[in-house]
């Protein structure tokens, strides 16, 4: 049979994709995660954003389309399963870089020969 017709189970992409972002995220030993004030603030109001606005919206069309009957052919349904995944994704990365993010405000450092970003 024609690798096409074949189902694969739900959550393979997701695994393999959460397993990409671990990868991403892990940093060497010793090495920290640096991040501008203006960085953290936007980091953290697309995850506001995701949290109380998208989130909610989505979740709330997927139980509509979900109460019409047959998921398997309904789009609303399917779209809403896929969207509400990215948004858990992206939520999922947000939340782990937000973790690891050290702010470093650029305006407070001292004047030295060194490289700074900012």
């Known amino acids: ?3 096409a ?15 990409a ?6 940093l060497p030993q010793g090495t920290r995660n640096y991040i501008t004030p203006a960085g953290h603030a936007r980091l953290r109001a697309e995850l506001e954003q995701l949290l109380r606005v998208e989130r909610p919206q989505v979740v709330s ?24 995944r990215e948004i858990d994704r992206r939520i ?9 993010a050290e702010v470093v405000d650029p305006a407070r450092r001292e004047d030295t020969e060194q490289v700074f970003f900012g």
């Not at 972002?21 to 892990?26: C, F, H, M, T």
């Not at 998921?71 to 509400?84: F, P, Q």
């Open 1 to 3: 049979m024609n690798k």
């Open 92 to 100: 999922r990365f947000l939340t782990r870089r937000l973790d690891l």
């Open 21 to 26: 972002l671990d990868s991403a995220l892990r």
């Open 61 to 84: 069309v997927v139980q509509w389309a979900a109460a019409n009957g047959d998921r398997s052919e309904n789009a609303d349904y399917i779209y809403g399963k896929r969207r509400l």
């Open 5 to 19: 017709f074949v189902r694969e189970a739900a959550g393979d992409d997701d695994n393999d994709e959460d397993e």
